[in-house]
């Protein structure tokens, strides 16, 4: 069971900040997975766990060791590449045992080590073969099976699926979360943009934004309560909509009048001081469905996409902002050109002030 | 007429009768031999596209033939004779390869050769692979491989003069303006040497010319290559724990190990082919003879055609077999 913990982490090139005031605790034989937007740095955050970038500030330690300095291959880590990094002029053997014979380990433990990892990864029949005689799934396998030879610490993945097409995408996500469990004391950090990823392999998320982190939690924390509009927009797909509106009446349970015409009924309680603020009504296009009487949203639907278990209604919009979704359980035909009005349990609707949930 | 308007008029007339050729031949093709037109239009068509890439082929083929083919056989045509005083040839046979043979000369040209080929392509490629992995990462990498590119300029007898003023050797009493003995004297050498005169090593001492040359070919080669190996096998090695010779040797040298094959055999055929600086150096005196020259020795300056073409054929027949097998390595690098 390894700790790792990661206090106020930056990294900088030159004047241009990438990440600053990174803080984070992993405990042992955690599942984490980093997402974000393109260019956020997740995948920089995890070579300098690595020690392929060096920390421009803050300390990260594993085990209560500080590792800024220490060199990658002390660290007790094993990274998995996106484009795999096979040797290209060794045998999947060979790749896998690299490590130990560069660690110069007996030959009959290199051998037992690799046979193991073969075993695990049924990557047996191939061991005498060349990486381009493999296919992608199959390298991307060799890839793990090196890093499972070296028996880490911490196991690193930079986007390891993302090479891959998608059915074999979804066998080897399977198969990871197999190897994860199959290894329950091992602390793993994986690197995605894919939001399904995450969602099914992370004992929590953390989501990255803005050079920092903008939320930690398990899959579902992000999605049930996230804490800003930036994880509630990343988190879900399509993304939640945002309405703006002031709130008019406080309580246990909070009402807002959109500034589009409509009232919105949030459970997320408020005091007397919230009242007259102007929020964002979050509400994702799932909860909502069709009203009758009082109405969250209301509009003229300007184009509906069937996907047969759900129909994606989107709304006409005066105003330059994103048009509003809505995702409607089964088929729904002939809502094109009508004007619809929806609605959302109180419970299901986020309320968001200058960009922070109000939720305390 | 003025030269200048006369090359001028060499280019228009040149490249417009290129032009013309490939112009008139393809409309004669087209309009005359096989027009796309009356009852056999479409076999017509397919008949002319059948011929027209031997219209392009053509001149290549034509000048290739003359230029190197003609010459082969010629070449080995003249082995075979030998002149008869007064003038004329007749056959000859084997002879003057048997004589060939005899000669004390001939083998020192061999050893020499076998000398050079073994020496210069190795260091060329060593010193290459130094230069590309030691400029790679820095800032004033590229200066330095331009510097050391700068001789791929020089034409070998220029390099040769240049490398003459280095061995350079003044009597005793004057300063030394030759800089290995500038250096051996500082070093406590007693009499300035004549470096190219000491059999045996005077071979080494022209052989560095051509490694000074061939330096900057193989570091401009091999240094893309290593830049074409995929930075991640480079990271997984550091993470695997390999150090940066291991990571070199074992990493980097076995992904670009074709390019090294190439280059290899490239300066071969080179040095099998060396004469400039053997000749503008010592002109195969102190027994540093190679092949090319001895074979200008008998040629042009014996007048023995026929030991000359012999000697000839020979390199050739050296430069073949490598020749082939570097076409060979480089086609199935493109692959």
Known sequence: ????????????????????????????????????????????????IAGLESISGGTLEIDDTVMNDVPPAQRGIAMVFQSYALYPHMTVRDNM??????????????????????????????????????????????????????????????????????????????????????????????????????????????????????????PLELYETPDNEFVAQFIGSPAMNLLPGTITETGETTTVALDAGGTAVSAIPTGPEDKGKSVNVGVRPEDLYTANGTYLLQGKVDFTEALGEVTLLYFENEADNDAMIAKLPGVQKNLRGETVAMSADPEKVHLFHNGLSLRK | MHPAIQGLLTIVIGVSGCVGYFYFSNQFLDKVLFPARGPNAGRNINR??????????????????????????????????????????????????????A??????????????????????????????????????????????????????????????????????????????????????????????????????????????????????????ALRGIPEETIEAAILDGANPFQIFFRIKVPQIKTTILVVWTTITITVLKVFDIVFAMTNGQWETQVLANYMYDKLFRANDWGVGSASAMVIMVLVTPILIWNVRNARKEMR
């Open chain 1, 1 to 48: 069971m390894t700790d790792l913990k990661l206090t106020s982490v930056a990294k900088t090139y030159g004047s241009v900040d990438v990440l600053k005031d990174i803080n984070l605790d992993i405990s042992g034989g955690e599942l984490i997975v980093f997402v974000g937007p393109s260019g956020c740095g997740k995948s920089t955050l995890l070579r300098m």
């Open chain 1, 97 to 218: 045992a690299f490590a130990l014979k560069i660690a110069k380990q007996p030959k009959d433990e290199v051998d037992k080590a690799v046979e193991r990892a073969a075993r695990i990864l049924q990557l047996e029949p191939f061991l005498d073969r060349l990486p381009k005689a493999l296919s992608g799934g199959q390298r991307q396998r060799v890839a793990i099976g090196r890093a499972i030879v070296r028996d880490p610490k911490v196991y690193l993945f930079d986007e390891p699926l993302s090479n891959l097409d998608a059915a074999l995408r979804v066998a080897t996500r399977i198969e990871i979360a197999r190897l994860k469990e199959a290894m329950p004391d091992s602390t793993m950090i994986y690197v995605t943009h894919d939001q399904v990823e995450a969602m099914t392999l992370a004992s929590r998320i953390v989501v990255l934004a803005n050079k920092g982190i903008a939320q930690v939690g398990t």
């Open chain 2, 48 to 101: 002319a596209n059948m011929i027209r890439p031997w219209l392009f082929l053509f001149p290549a083929l034509a000048a290739l033939g003359l230029y190197l083919a003609y010459p082969v056989y010629e070449t080995l045509r003249l082995s075979l004779t030998e002149r008869i005083p007064g003038g004329g040839y007749q056959w000859a046979g084997a002879d003057n390869y048997v004589q060939m043979v």
């Open chain 2, 103 to 224: 000669e004390p000369k001939f083998w020192e040209a061999m050893r020499n050769n076998m000398l050079w080929l073994i020496v210069v392509p190795a260091l060329s490629t060593g010193f290459g692979l130094l230069v590309a992995q030691l400029t790679d990462r820095i800032r004033w990498g590229n200066v330095a491989k331009s510097l050391i590119f700068m001789p791929m300029a020089i034409s070998f007898v220029g390099a040769s003069v240049i490398w003459k003023l280095v061995y350079d050797t003044r009597p005793a009493e004057q300063d030394q303006i030759g800089i290995l003995n500038a250096v051996y004297i500082f070093f406590g050498g007693t009499d300035p040497q004549t470096w190219l005169t000491i059999p045996f090593w005077n071979n080494f001492f022209l052989m560095v010319v051509l490694v000074w040359i061939q330096t900057g070919f193989a570091m401009v080669i091999l240094s893309a």
